[in-house]
């Protein structure tokens, strides 16, 4: 179990820049309500939509980007043409052979996930789709946003007991021990060497840990019974619909764990590199909680309506709930979102039309502060050469010790990034 930054165990320097710097893409497939999404002004002068304001609280900490787009996207047919190289800039292959490209997210994890438990962690809220989409692209496409090679997508992880395991490497009869039952011993030896400040910092840790450790163990008891319910009818768990596969009927739980486990992991220094798909491209997600009738991917095609303009403000608060909690976390004199870059995205603009000419991004955390935040940057106008997604991957990599010349379709990095 690892500690979280604690100044009575100064691994790292208290200076600028010392800190390790984290990564994390949080997506939300078939676009946002448009008529709702906006910023404009910098800093306390910032104004934002009805559906951004979920953010208002972190405003100065963030950076909504308006007019990128990934050209290799456009112009190849809708939804999985669309997405399967969102983070790469990488152009597709129709067929049976799947081609795309490394996302940025694995470039930066082969570059620091040496220095971590993890080199990266890959998490989802809805299972991935086989098969072929009308357009004769695969639906691998359209399940994943993470690459580490172009024939190979990063396996999502769905089940939050499983992302909690390994996270812990609870392995066999380890899973029936909590993990704060594992490390008392040292626990208590630890809090008779340090300042008391940081023995608060410790107490409220494992605290955290222990209440993402109970709900946890709740869908743990849930993901076996589907198990054992699946081999009585001689089926495999990920070919029955959910909640029957395991997985938790209520999103907002599933979500919430997966950012909890995400926070824990860039708190503690297991990972520094993380991605979390909340829906996916043609994602069949319902919303009960939110009243909308449609799932998801129908929705989307009436996204002007009141009923979606809630489904994209609950997955940007998913947002909002990380960036809070890694907000409150001390690390030097700042906080562990100001070391991190979290970026929200989603594959389109206007579900209705299938438009990907532009795309939905939010940026929150100063990244060692190495990016200024509190922005509103608008690129709509500056030039198809100007607002491409790939040079915005290049800046961002750049400040986590990546110098390429190229990546994707850009050679140049996002200006006045």
């Not at 609870?170 to 030896?189: P, Q, W």
Request: glycine content about 8%.
């Amino acid at each position: 179990m690892a500690l979280p930054w604690l100044e009575s165990l100064p691994v790292f320097a208290d200076t600028p820049g010392a800190f390790p710097k984290r990564f994390a893409v949080m997506f939300m497939g078939n676009g946002i309500n448009e008529d709702h999404w906006s910023s404009t002004g910098n800093g306390v002068d910032m104004k934002l939509s009805k559906t951004l304001s979920v953010l208002e609280p972190l405003k100065h900490k963030i950076n909504v980007i308006d007019g990128l787009f990934n050209k290799a996207a456009t112009g190849q047919g809708i939804h999985p043409a669309q997405t399967g190289s969102l983070l790469s800039g990488a152009t597709i292959q129709k067929g049976a052979i799947i081609k795309a490209g490394m996302t940025v997210d694995q470039m930066i994890a082969n570059h620091v996930g040496q220095d971590t438990a993890q080199s990266s962690i890959v998490l989802a809220c809805e299972q991935p789709m086989t098969g072929y989409h009308e357009s004769n692209f695969s639906l691998a496409y359209s399940s994943h946003i993470s690459w580490q090679s172009p024939d190979s997508p990063v396996p999502n992880e769905v089940y939050p007991s499983l992302a909690f395991d390994n996270l812990f490497e609870n392995r066999g009869s380890l899973r029936n021990m909590s993990i704060l039952d594992r490390v008392k011993d040292r626990a208590e030896m630890l809090s008779k060497k340090i300042s008391s400040t940081d023995k608060g910092k410790l107490d409220e840790y494992l605290t955290s840990v222990r209440e993402v450790e109970k709900r946890v163990e709740s869908m743990r008891k849930t993901k076996d019974v589907a198990e054992d319910a699946a081999k009585a009818k001689n089926r495999s768990v990920f070919t029955m619909e959910r909640p029957a596969n395991g997985l938790p009927e209520d999103l907002r739980e599933h979500a919430r764990l997966m950012c909890d486990i995400i926070a824990i992991a860039f708190q503690t220094d297991k990972t520094r590199v993380a991605s979390l798909l909340l829906a996916r491209d043609l994602s069949a997600q319902i919303y009960p909680f939110l009243n909308v009738k449609d799932g998801h991917h129908s929705a989307s095609h009436d996204n002007n309506s009141n009923s979606y303009e809630r489904i994209a403000s609950f997955h940007l608060s998913q947002l909002a709930y990380l960036a809070t909690k890694l907000d409150s976390m001390p690390e030097g004199n700042g906080t562990v979102l100001d070391n991190s870059c979290l970026m929200w995205l989603s594959n389109l603009w206007i579900g209705r039309k299938h438009d990907n000419f532009r795309l939905p991004v939010v940026l929150a955390g100063g990244l060692g502060g190495t990016l200024e935040t509190g922005r509103s940057l608008d690129y709509y106008k500056a030039g198809v050469e100007n607002r491409k997604m790939c040079s915005l991957y290049l800046g961002i990599m750049d400040r986590m010790g990546i110098k390429l010349d190229k990546f994707g379709d850009a050679d140049t990095r996002l200006a006045n990034l």
